[in-house]
């Protein structure tokens, strides 16, 4: 069983900003899978769904980014799931707007929402997949975040997040090393 954690922030002021961007490529996967992420449990909506034949749990947490650990560390107690089940989508400000990365593992990077993971869960070492949503040294960080995509940068933030839904599926029926080498040369 996988489970696949797309990270943002609950509710409609939200929706379509930077920091969203977990949320929208789980959207992107649910539509592809067919299947809604409403459910209510662990904090979180979710939906569970089989990719390649594997179970997976898609979640939204609906904690607010910071706190994202504490329903990612419920939903792995509650389905006996480790660190290497695990994959968190998130937004990335030193990518590009566009791009994605993946990596097996490594340092929440100044994410607060991966920081409160990392410290739920007590490891690094877990898939992600990043997606550029760049910067902009005349705005604050926070209201650049928090911002919505400009309109100049949507063709470039879809592909991004189509390429990330992508990336997500493919893991579930390959070694993350494998999709990491398929998808970072995009």
Request: proline share 2%; with cysteine.
């Amino acid at each position: 069983m996988k489970l696949i954690v797309g990270l943002g922030n609950p509710g409609k002021e939200y929706e379509m900003t930077r920091h969203n961007s977990g949320f929208c490529v789980l959207d992107a996967i649910a539509e592809e899978c067919r299947v809604d992420i409403t459910q209510k449990k662990f904090k979180a909506l979710i939906a569970n769904t089989r990719i390649s034949g594997e179970a997976v749990v898609l979640m939204k947490p609906q904690t607010f980014m910071n706190l994202s650990g504490e329903a990612v560390r419920a939903a792995m107690d509650f389905y006996k799931l480790s660190a290497q089940d695990l994959l968190v989508i998130y937004d990335d400000l030193d990518l590009p707007v566009g791009k994605i990365r993946l990596r097996a593992q490594g340092s929440a990077g100044g994410q607060n929402g991966m920081k409160n993971i990392i410290r739920h869960i007590g490891t690094q070492e877990f898939d992600r997949i990043r997606v550029g949503i760049g910067k902009d040294a005349r705005i604050s960080v926070i209201d650049w975040v928090l911002g919505r995509i400009r309109r100049e940068e949507l063709e470039d933030y879809r592909q991004a997040v189509e390429l990330a839904r992508d990336a997500a599926i493919y893991s579930c029926s390959h070694s993350f090393m494998d999709t990491m080498s398929h998808f970072n040369r995009k």
